[in-house]
């Protein structure tokens, strides 16, 4: 009996270290509070902290390259054009390969005036595969953003106390080694993430008001139950519309990179960062 317990030990052990190598580790938290000091213009401790993100054992190499790339950007708000060069440099030789986002960049706007910086842009490459993931990777963020937003604004008045039923996209899963795609991966479920923590947290200020209303109007049951059976409806057709257009991957034609100049990413839209 003591031997079966213990061989159950171990096995559950074991398989705990294979999973533990096998499944990607979720950067989230760290990279949702990065986002926080660059979104505060703290860029000096947002440089310090994706340094040592960097340097932290085990980050996997697509993420050192993003942040280069992000160490890149903090320089470029502070305009100090020679660092964000440096390290908009390092990030390319690292296998970052987002063409989008450098080019639809306010922090390194004027650093991409540099022919330096164009130069390093120029040698990106990216297979027709990745850029497309890149590109529904990003649209996707500014649906989450949108409807995070949108969700908040239906439960205005609502009366009832259920919690909001937040759909969100599932990532594409197809294998790649582009940092790029890695990285947005990434960026997407932060942005889940944050959309997930704004819902619930006016949920909770939009349940109080739901009690006090029902304490000072005596509203009816029938009326809470309606308005839970509207709130039900609009999550089903946003979950609908979310499966409309989920990632459909497409064979390319070719699986060579190419030069970023070839995906017509002169004039990028505007980015959820």
């Known amino acids: 009996m003591f031997r079966a317990a213990f061989m159950a030990?171990?096995?559950s052990s074991v398989l705990a270290s294979v999973f533990a190598q096998t499944e990607p580790q979720d950067y989230t938290g760290q990279l949702l509070k990065l986002?926080?000091?660059t979104d505060n213009k703290q860029y000096r401790e947002a440089i310090d902290g994706y340094r040592l993100l960097e340097a932290q054992p085990g980050t996997p190499g697509w993420l050192k390259a993003a942040c280069e790339y992000e160490t890149a950007e903090s320089f470029g708000a502070l305009q100090e054009t020679d660092r964000a060069i440096t390290a908009l440099s390092g990030a390319v030789r690292l296998g970052f390969d987002d063409c989008i986002t450098p080019r639809?960049?306010?922090?390194?706007?004027?650093?991409?005036q540099d022919p330096k910086a164009m130069e390093i842009l120029a040698g990106m490459k990216i297979a027709e595969a990745d850029f497309r993931e890149l590109v529904w990777l990003m649209a996707e963020a500014q649906h989450a953003r949108h409807d995070g937003r949108m969700m908040v604004i239906e439960n205005t008045n609502r009366l009832d106390h259920e919690a909001t039923a937040i759909p969100q996209a599932q990532l594409p899963t197809r294998p790649t080694t582009s940092a790029g795609v890695l990285y947005w991966r990434q960026q997407l479920l932060v942005r889940q993430r944050s959309q997930r923590e704004f819902v619930m947290r006016a949920d909770v200020l939009r349940m109080g008001h739901a009690t006090r209303m029902a304490a000072i109007t005596g509203v009816s049951a029938s009326t809470v139950l309606e308005s839970a059976r509207k709130a039900r409806t609009?999550?089903?057709?946003?979950?609908?519309?979310?499966?409309?257009r989920a990632f459909v991957p497409v064979t390319p034609l070719s699986d060579r990179p190419r030069s970023c100049s070839e995906w017509n990413v002169a004039a990028p839209p505007p980015q959820v960062r």
């Not at 639809?104 to 991409?112: K, V, Y």
């Not at 609009?234 to 409309?244: D, P």
């Open 9 to 11: 030990t171990l096995l």
């Open 35 to 37: 986002t926080v000091l």
């Open 104 to 112: 639809a960049s306010e922090r390194l706007r004027t650093i991409l």
């Open 234 to 244: 609009v999550a089903e057709s946003r979950r609908q519309e979310i499966r409309r």
